[in-house]
């Protein structure tokens, strides 16, 4: 073989080699960051003094609402004198573990994410939403059309939850099980999987992709209020008792916490920022404390 030809084959094993390892580091780097003006913090990151960094996720999921969440950090910022870092990650966890690792200042948490962080001690309560009331139910859904009108009759049958820190979203179905002497993957028979949105969730029920899924009832409302088909096709089966709605937190030695909780305790009475709010359908911000959400220590080691 001529070198021409060797120098030829070269090349183009050399591109494709280039291509290859591009496409893999893309891929590697924008994996859990859903927007493109959302931060990706690494383990090396530290808050520069005039930056405030927020930790999100969205209740709903997907893009649902993230215009409304981010110009309510931006608020939050503006009222801190602030520059914000906006940094909304996939599953609840990430979001912990950022908390954990000092990487963001504030975060607003699930419920389940709260009540399984490892360390509540080092965490400051801030405040918790109330969207006409400030706790929530987390239920059990099925298709309206579907046969099955109990929990039990979903035993060995494909579903849905939201993500293993959610408390609705797969915590408070753990809990219902571990109460009856049996665990998830023996009652679904391994046949569920996580879709990390309740809108997600609802989706797969609607389409058929599982019987059944759980959420909180809320987040149902919401959805089903701006989609007809939701109200319509989507039945009840099982509602839990109420829990506190997921707390804003942030390190027992931030500095600017009081004046956080100021910002969040009066934001209902400044017009600048009232239709965010009704779009995030929040009506006040109040106090919260750590009695208020249930004590989950011991389901880490369960959760997948």
Do not use: C
């Amino acid at each position: 073989m001529s070198k021409k030809i060797l120098y030829f084959v070269y090349s183009v094993v050399a591109l494709l080699l280039l291509f290859l390892i591009t496409s893999l580091n893309n891929k590697t780097n924008t994996e859990y960051i859903d927007f493109k003006d959302t931060v990706n913090i690494n383990e090396n990151y530290s808050i520069p003094e005039d930056i405030v960094t927020i930790g999100i996720i969205s209740v709903t999921g997907g893009n649902k609402g993230y215009v409304s969440e981010k110009e309510l950090v931006s608020y939050i910022g503006k009222k801190l004198n602030k520059k914000v870092k906006l940094v909304q990650k996939k599953s609840y966890k990430e979001i912990n573990t950022l908390l954990k690792n000092n990487q963001i200042d504030i975060a607003f948490l699930s419920t389940g994410a709260y009540s399984l962080y490892e360390d509540k001690k080092d965490l400051e309560l801030i405040a918790r939403p109330n969207r006409g009331k400030a706790y929530y139910h987390p239920i059990i859904i099925t298709r309206k059309d579907s046969e099955i009108e109990d929990f039990e009759e979903l035993k060995d049958k494909n579903f849905a939850f939201v993500d293993n820190y959610s408390y609705s979203g797969y915590l408070a179905v753990n809990n219902y099980f571990k109460q009856q002497n049996t665990t998830i993957n023996k009652f679904f028979n391994n046949k569920y999987y996580f879709t990390y949105s309740h809108e997600d969730s609802i989706k797969q029920v609607l389409s058929g992709a599982v019987y059944a899924a759980s959420i909180d009832d809320w987040a149902l409302q919401n959805l089903a209020n701006e989609d007809s088909n939701i109200k319509d096709n989507i039945k009840v089966i099982k509602i839990f008792p109420e829990v506190a709605t997921g707390p804003v937190v942030t390190h027992k030695n931030y500095k600017d916490k009081e004046k956080l909780k100021n910002i969040l305790f009066n934001i209902d009475k400044d017009s600048t920022i009232k239709a965010v709010l009704e779009r995030l359908q929040i009506k006040n911000f109040e106090d919260t404390k750590i009695e208020d959400y249930p004590t989950l220590l011991e389901e880490v080691k369960d959760v997948r």
